[in-house]
């Protein structure tokens, strides 16, 4: 007997789009079918039809439990993965990938099962953690890394600057980035790699202070696009030289795109990811009302730089679509006002698809298989989760969102589950997630969400070594 069939004329599966039957059993598909030729019982059947099947989303670039300094609040961190989760599920994306932030005197597993703690029984959806290192990892933590990759834990992040005077400490020098990158190579790793020019950044604080232009305003002033072209080059012709796989987080520019454009026309193994905001904010933004909370870090950039995130996610170079969530509350998001003190992150997990399919498929054209390969499949190929994520195929995790292109709506944070603001407030949606599958089982439908926030599960991960060879997506 079958759990589940979901039937549809427009299922998106890894050979393309068709009319199939998907079938289910426990949280497995397991047969994708010609319509009407799966024979025997079936527990429920979900007609989609006129609605389009796509794996479930997943985004790779979160941060729940975030310490988010808050003037009376010492050690105040972003919400946790129960509420971000939730609001996720309601989005469609079935899977988190978020960061395990290595402390000095830690041994990476300690690092690992201390992050943990913050997340096990505590989220509905699937999750993975990158390994985040800081400063000046020492000789025995980077001994470490083969053991922690082969314990499902193949990605390591890493920043080239501190991003602001206040924060020092995260900036991992070049040196120890060559180290690290060495070791990944040799055990089957990839660099998650937040690549600012430090001394660029750190000169325009001090040059902007010292002229009296602090407001927030001019974020992209400082983390600028020279920024991003700088430390890119660096960092990818650093990895070319060592035989290292790339993961450039949050491309935010022109000239970042380019830079990962011509590594790919060279058979580097690297791979761009945007987030949602950056592709359709810009710097003018932060002119608006309450305006930090269109920011990140890096900052969101200019037209320009707008139009060639597109190019990139049309013609393959930017390969994901991420959010960069740190959730929070609007006084949280908005405490700070200059250049050194303004929260970075957003809430944007829940609309993360339905912004992507409106603006990409929707009004760019672009086909239903880039919309799935930039919000699931790619994330999953490039991070050591496919095809168990990310694919409509037997054998696959029964994950699926099933988009409704006849929803048409405007975004208000009151519809939505993640805070008491939104950056998409007011955002002309054509087409929304309305239905959420997770381990074979509907867990968001008319509205309601049925699943419970011991769900989730804590993914291993290994990256295929054509991903780590070659641009292989």
């Known amino acids: 007997m079958l759990d589940l069939v979901v039937r549809s004329d427009r299922v998106v599966t890894p050979h ?47 941060h729940c439990y975030w310490p ?51 997340w096990k029984g505590k989220c509905y959806a699937d999750y993975a953690f990158h390994v985040m290192l800081i400063g000046a990892p020492p000789p025995e933590v980077l001994d470490q890394i083969p053991e922690t990759i082969q314990a499902g834990f193949p990605s390591f992040k890493m920043f080239t600057t501190d991003i602001t005077p206040s924060r020092r400490g995260r900036r991992v020098l070049y040196g120890h980035i060559w180290e690290v990158l060495q070791r990944l190579a040799k055990a089957g790793g990839i660099g998650a790699i937040h690549a600012e020019d430090d001394d660029i950044v750190m000169y ?11 407001g927030f305003e001019n974020m992209a002033e400082v983390h600028n696009t020279l920024s991003e072209d700088l430390s890119f080059r660096r960092i990818i012709r650093l990895a070319e030289l060592v035989g290292a796989a790339l993961y450039m987080v949050h491309v ?21 990811e945007t987030l949602h905001q950056y592709a359709n904010h810009t710097s003018e933004d932060y002119k608006l009302p309450n305006g930090q909370m269109y920011h990140t870090y890096p900052s969101i950039k200019g037209a320009e730089d707008q139009r060639a995130l ?21 006084a949280v998001k908005t405490q700070g006002n200059k250049i050194d003190d303004t929260t970075g992150g957003n809430t944007g997990v829940e609309p993360r698809m339905g912004i992507v399919y409106t603006q990409g498929v929707v009004k760019r054209g672009f086909s239903l298989e880039r919309f799935v390969n930039l919000t699931s499949a790619n994330a999953a190929r490039i991070l050591g989760l496919y095809p168990q994520k990310g694919a409509i195929a037997p054998g696959s995790d029964a994950d699926i969102a099933i988009v409704d292109p006849s929803v048409t709506k405007t975004l208000r944070k009151e519809d939505l ?31 309601q969400l049925t699943a419970d926030p011991s769900d989730g599960r804590r993914l291993r991960r290994a990256v295929a070594e054509s991903v780590l060879r070659s641009p292989a997506v």
């Open 16 to 62: 393309g789009v068709g009319a199939y039957d998907v079938a289910i059993q426990g949280d497995r598909i397991v047969a994708v079918a010609a319509p009407g030729t799966l024979t025997g019982d079936v527990g429920r059947t979900v007609d989609a039809t006129g609605k389009i099947v796509v794996p479930g989303g997943i985004d790779p670039h979160t």
């Open 417 to 447: 589950h993640e805070s008491d603001y939104s950056p998409w407030e007011g955002w002309e949606i054509a087409g929304w997630p309305t239905m959420t599958i997770q381990h074979g089982k509907v867990v968001v439908e008319d509205g």
């Open 68 to 118: 988010v300094p808050f003037p009376g609040t010492p050690g105040s961190l972003s919400a946790g993965p129960e509420q971000v989760s939730r609001a996720a599920l309601f989005g469609g994306t079935t899977t988190l990938i978020d960061f395990a932030a290595w402390e000095t005197g830690e041994s990476l597993q300690q690092t690992i099962e201390r992050r943990d703690q913050d």
């Open 310 to 330: 597109w190019a990139g996610m049309a013609d393959g170079t930017i390969s994901t679509v991420a959010t960069d969530e740190v959730c929070t509350t609007l």
């Open 204 to 214: 325009l604080y001090e040059k902007l202070t010292r002229e009296g232009r602090t």
């Open 252 to 272: 935010s520019a022109a000239s970042g795109v380019q830079a990962v454009q011509e590594a790919r026309s060279r058979g580097v193994p690297i791979y761009g």
